[in-house]
T-cell receptor, first 114, second 115 residues
Framework: DAGVIQSPRHEVTEMGQEVTLRCKPI?????LFWYRQTMMRGLELLIY????????DSGMPEDRFSAKMPNASFSTLKIQPSEPRDSAVYFC????????????FGNGTRLTVT | AQSVTQLDSHVSVSEGTPVLLRCNYS??????LFWYVQHPNKGLQLLLK??????LVKGINGFEAEFKKSETSFHLTKPSAHMSDAAEYFC?????????????FGKGTHLIIQP
């Protein structure tokens, strides 16, 4: 298995632009998580899905952030409009069975907003 | 509510010497506990997992951790450090209660290996 695949690996954009991050989870996994990692705040859970349905988006910082999972093999995290404080590494992870199961992380997307 | 405290933000050891990364947790339920490792520019990778079976858990790359309920600890150890062990290590607790707080990450310990 290729593992969790995220694209792009790096994204540099200007403030105000729309940014879309993509994730392909491991086939057969029923949970998908979006995390954000910064030096100041560590790892933060943004949103998670179970069987393609968003379960909890309370970690999404503001309405500028949205996430979708149109099918079991694809998810997107969109930021519109982007701001410099959104600069971080965004990770997608998937698991089989939820919280007590190991999470499999992608290699992340490093987002820089100038 | 659950929480996890990694007692050291940085640990430095010489190659070939033992590694000890300390983790204390609090949990209202029977917790599942994990250690993850993150190498530079990579995602987190599972090292090992405790889920109420044997209290001494063996993981990948020679790491192991011991669950001590009386001390609410889950310290990570390795008998002999290798240069490739240099990375960030995260202790993670999960209550069976689940939900948005179902998984709590520690702030991480940066392991430095001196040649």
């Amino acid at each position: 298995d290729a593992g969790v695949i995220q694209s792009p690996r790096h994204e540099v954009t200007e403030m105000g632009q729309e940014v879309t991050l993509r994730c392909k989870p491991i086939s057969g996994h029923d949970y998908l998580f979006w995390y954000r990692q910064t030096m100041m705040r560590g790892l933060e859970l943004l949103i998670y899905f179970n069987n393609n349905v968003p379960i909890d988006d309370s970690g999404m910082p503001e309405d500028r952030f949205s996430a979708k999972m149109p099918n079991a093999s694809f998810s997107t995290l969109k930021i519109q409009p982007s701001e410099p404080r959104d600069s971080a590494v965004y990770f997608c992870a998937s698991s089989l069975g939820g919280w007590v199961s190991p999470l499999h992380f992608g290699n992340g997307t490093r987002l820089t907003v100038t | 509510a659950q929480s996890v405290t990694q007692l050291d933000s940085h640990v430095s050891v010489s190659e070939g010497t033992p590694v000890l990364l300390r983790c204390n947790y609090s949990s209202s339920y029977s917790p599942s506990l994990f250690w993850y490792v993150q190498h530079p520019n990579k995602g987190l990778q599972l090292l090992l997992k405790y889920t109420s079976a044997a209290t001494l858990v063996k993981g990948i790359n020679g790491f192991e951790a011991e669950f001590k309920k009386s001390e609410t600890s889950f310290h990570l150890t390795k008998p002999s450090a290798h240069m490739s062990d240099a990375a960030e290590y995260f202790c993670v607790v999960s209550d069976l209660g689940g939900g948005a707080d179902g998984l709590t990450f520690g702030k991480g310990t940066h392991l430095i290996i001196q040649p």
